[in-house]
């Protein structure tokens, strides 16, 4: 799977050092891992759109791709480009 994001106002990455327990709670709660996931509401969210008054106005997503031993959380204004069968 190939996932693309186009028009990124900003991204975090968090190593495992910082979603060990993150990942033990989901687990138990039967989350998937390796997934991507829409965020409705968010602390990264509200503190970015706060601190860049030059983008009010615009609709910023925040997504989530998680891993095992790496989440990225990405701000767009547009879905990414997902190609599930990439040539090898």
Known sequence: MLLTFHNVISFCAHDHTTITNYWI????EKVAVGS???IGTSTYLD???QSTPALFGLQIIHYLIAGYDLCVEVLAIRPPEIVVNVPR
């Open 25 to 28: 709670v989901r687990s138990e």
């Open 47 to 49: 503190e970015f759109s």
């Open 36 to 38: 991507i996931y829409q």
